[in-house]
């Protein structure tokens, strides 16, 4: 079946860095993919729709400026945390859909557990 | 998307059937009834889907009432690795828009 990589599993980093996630369909090409983001005891709430070759649309609430997305090939997206603060600990998501007209469900990373210290 | 309505919470003894409900009464014609799983630090596992005809695969079987407004998951046999958050979620089956999670179901199956 279709299988989502996601790297890194876990990162703990110090209060001001930057932290990049990526997200990679090992099986199909995506070309839209979605990042959530996870906090204890809560459901996943999305953050933004990364497309390929465009810009992401990110949602209320979500600042652009600190989660940059990048979405350069059919295989490839890419979450940096900028600047990170304790606050953006938490557990992010990603999934991704096969290319359009496909029937095929939307598949998930297994997740990064990332903690700001 | 429709919106869905699960049981906060529900037991299982290992070994015997799963049943999770999920009621969709606001489920439109060319909607599908999508279940995904949630197991503790990990991604959503995808699981099942169906339109209107009973679906089974080897993960799990769905069963969709005839007027739609309603589905069960059943996990035929249930070991403790099934212990998870599920997921019923109605949407379009060609949708560009991500998944859209709402609380679950959070099955504990117990020795």
């Known amino acids: 079946g279709a299988v989502v990589s996601q790297h890194p599993s876990w990162v703990i980093c110090k209060s001001g860095t930057s932290v990049k996630i990526e997200c990679r369909s090992l099986?199909?090409?995506?070309?839209?993919m979605f990042w959530y983001r996870q906090f204890p005891k809560q459901s996943l709430m999305l953050m933004a729709t990364s497309n390929e070759g465009s810009k992401a649309t990110y949602e209320q609430g979500v600042e652009k400026d600190k989660f940059l997305i990048n979405h350069a090939s059919l295989t490839l997206s890419t979450l940096t945390v900028t600047s990170a603060h304790p606050e953006d600990s938490s557990f992010y998501i990603c999934?991704?859909?096969?290319?359009?007209?496909?029937?095929?469900?939307?598949?998930f990373g297994d997740g990064t557990r990332l903690s700001i210290l | 998307d429709a919106k869905t309505t699960q049981p906060t919470s529900m037991d299982c003894a290992e070994g015997r059937a799963a049943n999770l409900p999920c009621n969709h009464s606001t489920i439109s014609g060319n909607e599908y009834v999508y279940w995904y799983r949630q197991i503790h630090s990990q991604g959503p596992q995808y699981i099942i889907h169906g339109l209107k005809n009973n679906e089974t695969n080897e993960m799990a079987s769905l069963i969709i009432t005839e007027d739609r407004k309603s589905s069960t998951l059943i996990l035929p046999h249930a070991t403790l690795r099934d212990t998870a958050v599920y997921y019923c979620?109605?949407?379009?089956?060609?949708?560009?828009?991500?998944?859209?999670f709402g609380k679950g179901t959070s099955l504990l199956v117990t020795p």
């Open positions: 999934s991704a859909r096969p290319g359009q007209g496909s029937d095929q469900p939307q598949h």
């Open positions: 099986d199909f090409q995506a070309t839209t």
């Open positions: 979620i109605v949407r379009l089956r060609n949708s560009g828009y991500a998944l859209n």
